[in-house]
């Protein structure tokens, strides 16, 4: 509905058409191209934050780009797991998964997280499709082996590209959720982060984009004003080993570096509880988070 004709604030219209045009290079420079957020945490939480962010990314689709959304669920899982009375215990960021708890984590993520994002972008304007990795095998995974045995936590084997191409040419906007069979159909639960930098990797994505509840990565944690805004490979490999990246930190850095090494051109770790966060990282000259770099530039 248009408002009733009053005498405009000309200052302010002129503004606003201003901001639009400042978006037109980025615009036609990302126009085709193919962007992956992986989303989670109090920007996924929160409804009025989640609604801004659902937003930004069924704009980004309308002004031609492909955003794929892959959603973690952390908190979901977590808060089904004490109901029925288990505690979750975390390595480097990664949750332990028995039989249990990956049935628990499928039944939040599928039951709960997943459908219920598909339908906030329904009620945005967007043309969303849930799916996890089982379906129509868009995803296998195999057991993610380490120092520790965290069960079955798996790691991406292969990505089907094809289909989510299809699903994107049609103007859908898939909703990834991070569960995916093994080579013997047992369940997998991957870690969002990495298996976002598998599908961003599988669809040569021209961005990665990592929303976050924090400001991005930090020099030190409790610090918000330590922000890195360029962080390399191997200050993140030494920052990891010194115990400075820690915890759930550690597995974006790494997808972020996987993502890298699979073609994909950028990678951001960002603050998704910032309004509108991914249109000011993708639409405007500002970096507001971390953006990870193989090197530095020149090197
Ligand atoms: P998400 O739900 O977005 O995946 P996680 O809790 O898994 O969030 O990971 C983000 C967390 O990583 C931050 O909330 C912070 O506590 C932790 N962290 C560890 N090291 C760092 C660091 N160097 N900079 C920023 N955050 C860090
Ligand atoms: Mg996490």
Known sequence: MKPPRTQPDMENLRERAAVLVEALPYLRQFRGHTVVIKYGG????????????LKDIVLLEHVGMRPVVVHGGGREITGMMRRLGKEPEFV???RVSDAE???????ALLGTTNPDLVAAIQQQGGQA?????KDGGLVTARKLVGPRDLGFVGEVAEVNADLLS??????????????AAGPA???FNINADHFAARIAGALKASK?????DVRGVLTDRTDPKTL???????????????????????????????ALDQGVAQCHIIDGRLPHAILMELLTDYGIGTMVVRAEKGK
Do not use: H
């Open 42 to 53: 109090a920007a996924m939480a929160e409804a009025g934050l989640r609604t801004q962010v």
């Open 92 to 94: 480097d960021g990664l």
């Open 101 to 107: 708890t990956v049935t628990i984590a499928q039944m």
């Open 129 to 133: 499709i849930g799916l996890s990795g």
């Open 166 to 179: 299809t699903l994107l040419t049609q103007g859908l906007i898939p909703v990834l959720a991070p569960i």
């Open 185 to 187: 159909n047992e369940t």
């Open 208 to 212: 990665l984009v990592l929303l976050t």
């Open 228 to 258: 890195i805004s360029e962080l390399t490979a191997l200050q993140a490999e030494e920052m990891i080993a010194a115990g400075k990246i820690a915890s759930g930190m550690i597995p974006k850095v790494q997808a972020c570096l996987d």
